[in-house]
C-alpha cells in the first residue's frame, strides 16, 4: 500500500473548522477589548459635557437671581429686597 502525501478531505476540513474557530475566538477577543477602549472613551466624553453643561445651567441661572437680589439700582423706596412694598411705622400709628 502507498499512502499519498496529501491528506484526506476530511482531514483538510477538520483543520478547517479548527482554524475558522481559531479565528472567530481571536476577532472576538480583540472586538471586545476595542468596545471596552471606545465605553471608556465616550464615558468619559459624555461626563465632561455632562458637567459643561451644569455648570452652564447654574451659572446662567444663578447669576441674574444674585444680581437681582444683591443690586440695590431699582428698587423702589418704600419696598423691601423681594420688591413689596411696606409702609414704615410711624411712632403715633396704632
Known amino acids: 500500500m502507498t499512502q499519498s502525501a496529501e491528506p484526506s478531505a476530511a482531514e483538510l476540513v477538520k483543520r478547517a473548522s479548527e482554524q475558522l474557530a481559531d479565528l472567530v475566538r481571536e476577532e472576538h477577543g480583540l472586538t471586545r477589548t476595542e ?14 459635557y455632562g458637567g459643561a453643561g451644569l455648570t452652564a445651567f447654574l451659572a446662567l441661572w444663578t447669576g441674574p437671581v444674585a444680581g437681582r437680589a444683591l443690586s440695590p439700582v431699582g428698587r423702589t423706596p418704600g419696598t423691601d429686597r423681594t420688591g413689596s412694598w411696606h409702609r414704615p411705622h410711624s411712632p403715633d400709628s396704632p
Open 35 to 48: 468596545m471596552k477602549e471606545k465605553g471608556k472613551r465616550a464615558g468619559l466624553g459624555g461626563g465632561l
